[in-house]
């Protein structure tokens, strides 16, 4: 655990730490499947699509889409209601789909891991609200491919912020440059394939991810970031072309550098060095704790 330790440490019994970490993270989950559904119908909305419905993150109340039932509270518990009723909406029976508990579960192995790694400390619930955010802007971009300004440029700023209150100088320089190299560095790149190729390779969207990333786990972390996530694109690319699913359409880049940003959090110099890209973060000063 880092000297940044806010909280009691010695309040809390470790368990009951992760305890309370995997519900939270179940609770967000069930929270971050809103954002997940109603964020790009309401930036489609805005964006001239006036046949879509009028929605925002709090209004109107959960419902089933298909027999727009309100949803019970009872119902609407993380996980469990889904195994409950069966994955099937509790009045018309119309299926649900499995994303919903799947983020949720995601959400609580994502605080559990971090609650883990980081201790009981303001700093783990820093890390958890980036995860939360990083997790909902992997399945929006798998699925509408859209990164919402609305999520990556507060995730640029938090993590300046938080670094700015409560890191060591360097650290926050590290964050600094992390944060307009990550932008410019998928931007350079999207110009250099763009004018060789005359196609778009990324989205705009990408590079304000990969600032974020950059933002919080400082520049030495966007080597094997970026390598990971071409690693795991390719990897995608290749599964999708042998299951015969994939017909030449541009794939997301998003939910891959999510993959890497959180393989780093969680796995930090460990990770790194079994890659064997330590050495990269050894010579480049990498402040970020761990
Ligand atoms: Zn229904």
Not at 38 to 66: D, F, K, V
Not at 82 to 97: E, N, R
Not at 154 to 181: K, R, Y
Not at 188 to 193: E, G, I, M, Q
């Amino acid at each position: 655990m880092s000297e940044l330790a806010a909280l009691n440490a010695s309040f809390w019994p470790f368990w009951l730490w992760l305890v309370f970490a995997s519900l939270l993270g179940l609770v967000i989950g069930s929270f971050l499947n809103v954002v997940i559904y109603r964020l790009p119908l309401m930036l489609r909305r805005s964006w001239g699509e006036t046949q879509l419905p009028e929605l925002s993150l709090s209004w109107p109340a959960s419902h089933c889409p298909a027999c727009l039932t309100h949803v019970s509270w009872y119902h609407n518990l993380p996980v469990i209601s889904w195994l409950l009723l069966k994955g099937k909406c509790a009045s018309c029976k119309t299926p649900i789909s499995r994303l919903y508990p799947g983020v949720e579960l995601a959400a609580g192995c994502l605080a559990l891991m971090i609650a883990w790694r980081y201790g009981a400390s303001l700093q783990s619930l820093a890390f958890m609200g980036l995860a939360f955010t990083l997790l909902a802007l992997a399945v929006i971009d798998a699925q509408t491919r859209l990164l919402p300004d609305f999520l990556t440029l507060p995730l640029v700023w938090a993590g300046l912020t938080f670094h700015w209150w409560f890191s060591s100088p360097e650290l926050f320089n590290q964050a600094f440059v992390g944060a307009l190299l990550g932008y410019l560095s998928l931007w350079s790149l999207y110009w250099v394939f763009k004018l060789l190729t005359g196609r778009e390779g990324m989205g705009y969207g990408d590079f304000k991810l990969l600032a974020a990333l950059g933002a919080w786990l400082g520049a030495p972390a966007l080597v094997p970031i970026v390598l990971l996530a071409s690693l795991s694109g390719l990897v995608a690319a290749l599964l999708l072309k042998l299951g015969k699913r994939w017909q030449g359409q541009a794939l997301p880049f998003g939910p891959h550098l999510i993959l890497g940003g959180l393989a780093l959090l969680l796995g930090g110099w460990e990770l790194a060095q079994t890659l064997r890209l330590g050495s990269w973060l050894l010579v480049t000063g990498w402040a970020f704790p761990g």
